[in-house]
């Protein structure tokens, strides 16, 4: 399976501000970034949370790739979630494991780049054994900010990424 290709700087790293959790104000424990970047690389499945036009969240399990610095994924154009984003391009991305959790904002674009797309499919194939013919939208979600949570040390561990 590709492993994390990422373009550009490190985020910046920092505790988030969740008042009366506990979360630790020293620097140790902080996750680094590479643990967040493979835990999104070899999650299988994700949740994504997108906004209705009537400002309803709208949450679903998707497929997706970590890849080049940039979550990716794709869905059908009359899916609801497509329809929000065309709308309303911001979104959650979270992992799988809850207890281990990374969870993503950014904003959603379209890519309609044909030679992007094309860089896609072996990692597509080798995660799932299959990559999109071309005819439905992919997008791609470039992080603002993320969040790094291990339930069992959560208090020494929550960590914040953000990005320029």
């Not at 391009?89 to 890519?111: D, H, R």
């Amino acid at each position: 399976m590709p492993r994390v290709k990422t373009s550009g700087g490190e985020p910046r790293t920092e505790r988030p501000r969740i008042p009366g959790y506990g979360i630790s104000k020293s620097k140790t424990g902080l996750l680094p970034w590479k643990w967040a970047a493979k835990t999104l690389a070899d999650s299988r499945e994700y949740w994504i949370v997108t906004v209705r036009p009537d400002g309803r969240p709208h949450a679903m399990i998707i497929w997706g790739l970590w890849f080049d610095g940039a979550f990716w994924f794709g869905t059908g154009s009359k899916t609801q979630k497509a329809r929000n984003l065309s709308k309303n391009p911001n979104c959650v991305v979270g992992t799988q494991n809850a207890a281990e959790a990374v969870i993503l904002e950014g904003v959603a674009e379209i890519v309609i780049d044909t030679e992007v797309r094309r860089k896609l499919e072996p990692a597509s194939q080798s995660k799932y054994g299959m990559s999109g013919d071309g005819s439905e939208p992919v997008y791609r979600v470039r992080p603002t900010r993320v969040f790094g949570l291990i339930e069992k040390s959560f208090p020494k561990t929550a960590t914040r990424w953000t990005f320029k």
